[in-house]
């Protein structure tokens, strides 16, 4: 299934902070034009979910590449945007999947997080998330990871 028909398909999603902060400081990317055709325009009926890793993320990395000043606009653009989802809900499914994968414990978490709510998460390329671990976790924990 493509990343579109993902997008067409599907009421919810998590995005890796990977992705948020490609779209938020403007790397050129080609999911960069889909998010904007699917998730970030009025008619979206795509609910985003996220949880506090990915906003301390977002926070810290654009606060060391950018400023202080570009950090609180993204994180208030990203509160704008995203349902976070409270750790406590997350915590023990994420620690297992980082039991068991050599994954970033933000990486579980965002998985962790679309397993709870049942939905496809997207992650870009990482060398940590080899095609060979997404398949495992996706078997394993009925999750939906994509790589886009």
Not at 82 to 106: E, H, Q, V
Request: aromatic letters at 10%; a negative charge; charged letters at 20%.
């Amino acid at each position: 299934m493509s990343i579109r028909q993902i997008l067409i398909n599907t009421p919810n999603l998590v995005l890796d902070t990977s992705v948020l902060l490609g779209y938020f400081i403007s790397e050129a990317r080609d999911i960069n034009s889909l998010l904007e055709e699917y998730l970030f325009t009025q008619e979206s009926k795509i609910v985003l979910y996220g949880h506090n890793l990915i906003k301390s993320e977002l926070f810290y990395i654009t606060c060391r590449e950018i400023s202080m000043t570009e950090a609180e606009m993204v994180l208030k653009k990203t509160e704008s945007i995203m349902n976070t989802i409270g750790d406590t809900w997350l915590f023990k499914k994420a620690a297992n999947i980082k039991c068991r994968y050599p994954i970033a414990i933000s990486d579980c978490y965002s998985i962790s997080l679309a397993i709870l709510q049942e939905c496809p998460v997207f992650f870009l390329p990482e060398v940590e998330l080899s095609r060979e671990i997404v398949n495992q976790i996706n078997k394993e924990y009925n999750a939906k990871i994509h790589i886009v």
